[in-house]
């Protein structure tokens, strides 16, 4: 028996076939301060429902797996200081254990399909680390693309990763990368990349139809929707690039690996920019909500006009 609950408004949708789209926790957890971390979790979440859909952030508390979390959970958990930083490996075990913690891409993705959502919106996946070759450092993202049937939109890879490397672990994972209204690959705090996006899509329904499209297929994995951050929000690669070397120097010198660099990495951005990271992170969240919201709709309603036509067959 697993131990899991639903938030109300979770319920009511899944109940009614509703729109629903999940949401991560480290970003609350690991990735902004109190109370900046609160008030953009709420701020995610009035975007989802503003475009006609239900958010679902999704964390493990107690033990007990949230699908959606009711407002007094969703500020403990931002005021929470300890909680785990959970991927697949960790997701069983911290249950297990009666633990408490946070939901990476790869967990909140496998909760997300077991929980039947189809869509997740997120800030940037994790990805290949600078070294990683002789380091190892991937993230369980990527392999997660490759397995679990959930559309993720974010704002491309984190920019403190390799992201050639990245798009290469991707592509030969078979997971379709596709940018949202533009042939460059986003790269996170900044709209653009001289990286060429392997595939391109200008409407949210060609996106839902693709994800059901890979359903019916049978095709394992989801796909990786890259929505540039918006213009007016962006901190440009030239002003990024220098301040990303110096801090994963910072990281090597200190010997921070593991779950504990990105972590690191934002928290130095957020002080060398002056805390422009911080708002351009909020602004792209936001923008991937939106965009999540609609094709999450989208999916819902190909989804009800296939049903009377299965049934008329």
Sequence with gaps: MIPLTFSADVSEARATGAPIVALESTIITHGMPWPQNLEMAQSVEAEIRAHGATPATIAVIDGTLHIGLEAD????????????????????VCMAEGGTGATTVAATMIAAHYAGIDVFATGGIGGVHQGAETSFDISADLSELA????????AGA????????TLEVLETNGVPVIAYGQDSFPAFWSATSPLPAPLRMDDPATMARAHLMRAALGLPGGQ???????????????????????????AAAQGITGKAVTPFLLSRL????EGRSLEANIALVLNNARLAAIIAREITTLRKRAAPEALSR
Excluded: G, W, Y
Aim: proline share 9%; net charge negative.
């Design 158 to 165: 984190k920019a403190i990763l390799d992201l050639p490397k």
């Design 224 to 250: 990786l929707i890259a929505n540039p951050i918006p213009q007016a929000d962006e901190i440009p690669a030239e002003t990024m690039a220098p301040l990303i070397a110096k801090a994963n120097a910072e």
């Design 73 to 92: 959970a969703l500020e403990t958990l931002a005021r929470t200081e300890h909680a785990a930083k959970l991927s697949r490996a960790d997701l069983a």
């Design 270 to 273: 957020f002080d060398l920019t």
């Design 147 to 154: 397995q679990t049937p959930v559309s993720v939109v974010c």
